[in-house]
């Protein structure tokens, strides 16, 4: 039986994390701004897509704003405080993810009956009115969606929904950060991460019940 692949820590959401921090501590104040991708790619060693998602994230827990021409605002140093203590509070949650993941990786034999357990943890999750917004959902596509055979680029899934897709689950296998040419196909489970209202508005934009 194949290995299941693991959703780990991405390098975007690391630089969430970082940003936050930064703007927490003063190092990047109130109403300042950070003048385009490059800017903060070269800083943190990463691309400017992983910079994009990163950016994303933060504007939807309105710590900063995007504009078009202008680049990144800082809106609020409580925000970022506000956020920084909410994902210490979750270490202890993430750990015993990982735990119970590294046992299913680690005991074979134990397989299926643990990767029960994890799909019931997901389910579960997607009902939870959470205030952090990096813990994944997930959603499956039906048979009849109007999406399968759609690329992510023309789905406009953010646009939408503001949600940020992480993961497309396919055969037991995690396509981690896909591209936009990523085709939707049938029964495919969709991981993506954003509050709590964006799981309403995926549901809806998939019709799902």
Same mark, same amino acid.
């Given at each position: 039986?194949?290995n299941r692949k693991i959703?780990?820590?991405?390098?975007?959401?690391?630089?969430?994390?970082?940003?936050a921090k930064k703007i927490?501590?003063?190092?990047?104040?109130? @109403?300042?701004?950070?003048? @385009?991708?490059?800017?903060?790619?070269?800083?943190?060693?990463?691309?400017?897509?992983?910079?994009?998602?990163?950016?994303?994230?933060?504007?939807? &827990?309105?710590?900063?704003?995007?504009?078009?021409?202008?680049?990144?605002?800082?809106?609020?140093?409580?925000?970022?405080?506000?956020?920084?203590?909410?994902?210490?509070?979750?270490?202890?949650?993430?750990?015993?993810?990982?735990?119970?993941?590294?046992?299913?990786?680690?005991?074979?034999?134990?397989?299926?009956? &643990?990767?029960?357990?994890?799909?019931?943890? &997901?389910?579960?999750?997607?009902?939870?009115?959470?205030?952090?917004?990096?813990?994944?959902?997930?959603?499956?596509?039906?048979?009849?969606?109007?999406?399968?055979?759609?690329?992510?680029?023309?789905a406009q899934v953010w646009?939408?929904?503001?949600?940020?897709?992480?993961?497309?689950?396919?055969?037991?296998?995690?396509?981690?950060?896909?591209?936009?040419?990523?085709?939707?196909?049938?029964?495919?489970?969709?991981?993506?991460?954003?509050?709590?209202?964006?799981?309403?508005?995926?549901?809806?934009?998939?019709?799902?019940?």
């Open positions: 039986m194949p959703i780990k820590t991405s390098k975007f959401q690391k630089i969430v994390v970082e940003v927490a501590v003063g190092d990047y104040p109130v @109403g300042s701004s950070i003048k @385009g991708r490059s800017t903060l790619a070269a800083t943190f060693g990463v691309s400017s897509e992983t910079i994009r998602r990163a950016m994303n994230i933060l504007a939807d &827990l309105h710590i900063v704003s995007l504009k078009q021409g202008v680049g990144v605002i800082i809106l609020s140093k409580e925000k970022a405080i506000e956020f920084l203590d909410d994902f210490e509070s979750t270490n202890d949650i993430e750990t015993q993810k990982s735990r119970i993941l590294g046992h299913i990786k680690n005991q074979e034999e134990q397989l299926k009956t &643990l990767a029960g357990l994890v799909s019931v943890y &997901l389910e579960q999750t997607k009902l939870v009115n959470k205030k952090y917004p990096l813990d994944p959902y997930g959603i499956r596509l039906s048979e009849d969606s109007e999406f399968i055979g759609m690329q992510l680029l023309d646009h939408k929904t503001g949600a940020t897709v992480v993961a497309i689950e396919r055969n037991n296998e995690l396509l981690l950060s896909p591209s936009p040419y990523q085709t939707f196909q049938k029964e495919d489970i969709i991981y993506f991460i954003g509050e709590e209202p964006s799981y309403s508005r995926m549901k809806k934009i998939f019709n799902l019940k």
